[in-house]
């Protein structure tokens, strides 16, 4: 730490403030006493109470300037970088415990703190910034495809038939996919805002799966794929939130139907989850395009998609993985992700079984 502050001065204000007093009361008294005993005459008292004045002066003020001057000026240090916004590391003060110290600690902590709020709340700008940019960025293409359709037709394509409606398809398919990506986009809001919370229950899980596939059937069918269910133990309840843990699986369904070939399947099962009886692994597997190994660490991240294309074309906005691990994680649960390429993906997450209750 560098030094600077009070030490550096001619003299210390405290302990001028302190070696002056006892000074002049060592002194007057000391050579009253004397000279009222009768060991002094007045003249020897004057002198002898003015050596006493300069000695004692000296000494208290030594002593007081070698106790006090370090930690002040390291308090002088931290204190006025807090107020230039400069966080240093400061050495711990060993040795003396008096309020001076307990001060000097508490204004490092005190620096400590604002600097971690300060970098927590630099963390949430730059987030809020790029999360900004994302959406306009999503929510650009879409209307000015609206808009271009719109301007063709005014443009005179309102009076052929069939261009009329196929642009107006078009508009169509595009405003739907600002309602999704609106939907998405207040969904993952209220989620990392934590409006959203979990509420947290016992379920049962085979009730809610099969409540899924059957609202997705319908989807699987017109793009052949088969959903298949493996065996589930009706009486297996979960603890867990049930409309996220809906949202989750029709995401990860959703996604092993769109990133998959015509004939292809989607599985949901469990299995056992590292040996615990308490922990289950929720899979839903795939034999889809699957993903590489280098995009593999970014599908959750918000708009991440490995072909935007595609993604658009199937109504995707690229938040749905980040939804799910968000859901996950705020169950404090995992969520772990297997892909091969052109073989298949699976997509799992950890639950915590409700505890047996014993007869
Ligand atoms: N089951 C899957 N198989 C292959 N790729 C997938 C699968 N699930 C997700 N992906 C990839 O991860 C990207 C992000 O997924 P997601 O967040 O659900 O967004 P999207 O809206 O694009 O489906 C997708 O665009 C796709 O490229
Ligand atoms: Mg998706």
Redesign the pocket.
């Known amino acids: 730490m560098n030094k600077t502050g009070f030490s550096k001065r001619k003299f210390s204000t405290i302990s001028l403030r302190t070696a002056l007093p006892s000074a002049l009361v060592v002194s007057i008294s000391g050579a009253g006493l004397l000279y009222g005993v009768g060991l002094l005459e007045p003249l020897q008292a004057a002198i002898f109470g003015a050596l006493l004045l300069v000695v004692t002066f000296t000494v208290v003020y030594v002593i007081s300037a070698r106790l006090h001057n370090e930690r002040l000026d390291h308090l002088y240090d931290v204190v006025k970088n807090i107020s230039r916004k400069k966080f240093e590391h400061y050495d711990d003060l060993n040795g003396k415990k008096d309020e001076l110290d307990l001060i000097v600690k508490r204004s490092i902590k005190a620096s400590d703190t604002v600097s971690q709020e300060l970098a927590r709340l630099n963390k949430i700008e730059n987030y809020r910034k790029e999360f900004i940019g994302d959406i306009s960025h999503e929510l650009k293409t879409p209307i000015f495809a609206i808009q271009g359709f719109i301007e063709t037709l005014l443009n005179g394509a309102i009076h052929d038939k069939n261009v009329n409606e196929l642009f107006l398809k078009k508009a169509m398919r595009n405003v739907n996919r600002l309602i999704y990506l609106t939907n998405d986009l207040m969904e993952i809001s209220r989620l990392e805002t934590g409006e959203l919370k979990a509420s947290i229950q016992d379920m049962y899980l085979r009730d809610v799966v099969l409540d899924v596939v059957e609202s997705l059937q319908y989807k699987a069918q017109k793009e052949d794929i088969e959903i298949r269910v493996k065996d589930f133990d009706k009486n297996l309840q979960v603890k867990a939130d049930r409309n996220q843990v809906k949202q989750v699986l029709v995401?990860l369904i959703e996604?092993?139907m769109?990133?998959n070939k015509p004939g292809g399947y989607v599985e949901i099962g469990i299995t056992q989850y590292k040996k615990s009886y308490e922990k289950i692994l929720l899979y839903v597997k795939?034999s889809?395009?699957?993903?590489n190994k280098k995009d593999l660490k970014r599908?959750t991240e918000r708009f991440?998609?490995?072909?935007k294309s595609r993604?658009r074309d199937k109504g995707?906005?690229?938040?749905?993985?980040?939804i799910v691990k968000h859901i996950v994680e705020a169950h404090g649960e995992k969520l772990l992700i297997e892909s091969t390429p052109e073989i298949g993906?699976t997509?799992s997450i950890t639950l915590t079984r409700t505890t047996p209750v014993l007869v």
Do not use: Q
């Open positions: 995401n996604n092993g769109k990133y795939d889809g395009i699957g993903i599908v991440f998609r490995v072909d993604s995707g906005t690229g938040l749905g993985l980040a993906s997509f």
